[in-house]
C-alpha cells in the first residue's frame, strides 16, 4: 500500500507476527504436535514455509488428512500455555489510529481461546471494534469469509479499509476480499512481497502507522 495522505476508515490486522512475537511459540507448538506423529518440523522449512493456513501446511508436510482437525486441537492446547509480546511499538501505534478516528478491526487464523487471554494480558481488550477468529468461520485464511465479516461489523466497505499482514496467505485474503493490504514484519521475506506485487513492506505496525499519520497531518496543514 502506498503512503497517501487520506487515512482509511478502518484498519483490520492479523495477530500472530503482526502485533504479537508469536511465531516462535507457534514452531514450538508444532513441533509438539507432529512430533506426536513422528514428523520432525525442520526450523529453516518452517522459517521459509510457515502460513497461516495450517491446511497448507500439514498437507506439504505429509500429515494425513484425517489427523488435521486432531492435530489443530493440539496445537490450540500448546499455544495456551504461551504468553507471545507485543512486537516493538504495535500496541501505542494501535491507539494513535483509533485517535484519529480509524475503526480498528482483528482478523485472525488463531482460536479465540489462544487470542483473547493475549488480548487482556497485553491490555488490548476493547482496542478492536472487531475481532473474528478462526473458530468463528467455516473458512479460514485465505479465504476472505473473515475479513468480510469484520468489514461487515465495521460498516465499512473493503476498498475503505486496509489489512495488514506478515505472510502471502495475508495478502490472498485482503486480494480476495478487495483490500488494500499492507505489509509488514519480518515473516515473510520482502523479496517474497515483492514478487507478488507489493513494493514497499514495513519493520512493524508502528513504522507503518507513523508514516501514514505523518503524511495525513502534514496534507492537514493549511498552506
Not at 494501535?94 to 481461546?113: D, E, K, N, Y
Not at 485474503?173 to 514495513?202: C, D, L, N
Amino acid at each position: 500500500m502506498p503512503i497517501t495522505a487520506t487515512l482509511p476508515r478502518a484498519a483490520l490486522f492479523d495477530w500472530d507476527g503482526t502485533i504479537v512475537n508469536s511465531l516462535p511459540l507457534i514452531y514450538r507448538s508444532n513441533v509438539t504436535v507432529l512430533g506426536e506423529l513422528g514428523i520432525t518440523l525442520d526450523r529453516t522449512w518452517f522459517r521459509e514455509q510457515y502460513s497461516p493456513d495450517w491446511r497448507r501446511s500439514y498437507e506439504a508436510l505429509g500429515v494425513p488428512e484425517r489427523e488435521w482437525d486432531r492435530l489443530a486441537e493440539r496445537w490450540t492446547e500448546e499455544m495456551q500455555r504461551g504468553r507471545p509480546r507485543a512486537l516493538p511499538w504495535a500496541r501505542p501505534a494501535l491507539r494513535r489510529l483509533r485517535r484519529r478516528g480509524v475503526r480498528l478491526g482483528l482478523v485472525t487464523a488463531s482460536t479465540r481461546g489462544v487470542v483473547e487471554p493475549g488480548l487482556q494480558r497485553l491490555n488490548l481488550e476493547g482496542v478492536f471494534d472487531a475481532c473474528l477468529y478462526a473458530d468463528d468461520v467455516r473458512n479460514g485464511k485465505p479465504h476472505p469469509e473473515a475479513l468480510f465479516r469484520a468489514l461487515d461489523e465495521l460498516a465499512v466497505s473493503p476498498d475503505d479499509a486496509v489489512y495488514v499482514g506478515d505472510t502471502l496467505t495475508d495478502l490472498e485474503m485482503a486480494r480476495a476480499a478487495g483490500a488494500p493490504f499492507v505489509a509488514v514484519g519480518i515473516t515473510t521475506a520482502p523479496e517474497a512481497f515483492r514478487a507478488a506485487g507489493i513494493e514497499r513492506v514495513w519493520p512493524g505496525v508502528g513504522a507503518w502507522a507513523d508514516d501514514l499519520l505523518r503524511v495525513s497531518r502534514q496534507q492537514d496543514r493549511p498552506e
